[in-house]
């Protein structure tokens, strides 16, 4: 992620508007409509205010306690309609539970919590992390 780090800041991405413009870009670049966004920890600086702002763009959105959900209101969340599955490792006490009190507002969220796992519950327990994903995705269909 451009400013993160070893990578050189980036002043396209110094604002909410600029990270939503850098992955609207990066998307259509690939050539992808309607993808399931994973968002884990420090990623969601980009993926929070795109889920805002182009939500409809996606088929699916997944935080893994992202950072900055604090920085929206509960009725910012409450517009989106992108089916979300929230994830977060039992063993973290603190993005998890924090993310999940903000994101709870999403009107078509799902909770899955990894047991015994922490902040990074998909390299803690990656088995686990890859049946919530899959699930998520069946569903979506």
Do not use: N
């Not at 992620?1 to 259509?28: C, I, K, N, W």
């Not at 920085?71 to 063993?91: C, F, K, M």
């Not at 006490?93 to 796992?117: E, F, I, K, N």
């Amino acid at each position: 992620m451009p400013g993160y780090g070893d990578s050189p800041p980036a002043e396209m991405v110094a604002t909410a508007q600029g990270r939503v413009a850098f992955l609207d870009h990066v998307l259509q670049e690939l050539g992808m409509w309607r993808p399931v966004l994973v968002s884990p920890s420090m990623s969601g600086r980009f993926a929070l205010p795109f889920l805002l702002a182009r939500g409809d763009r996606l088929a699916g959105f997944m935080p893994i306690a992202p950072v900055g959900t604090k920085d929206y209101t509960a009725e910012q969340y409450r517009r989106v309609q992108t089916p979300t599955l929230i994830l977060y490792g039992d063993r973290d006490t603190s993005l998890g539970p924090q993310a999940l009190q903000s994101l709870q507002h999403l009107p078509r969220h799902r909770v899955a919590v990894v047991p015994d796992a922490g902040h990074a519950c998909y390299l803690d327990k990656p088995e686990d992390f890859h049946r919530a994903l899959l699930g998520f995705l069946r569903q979506l269909k």
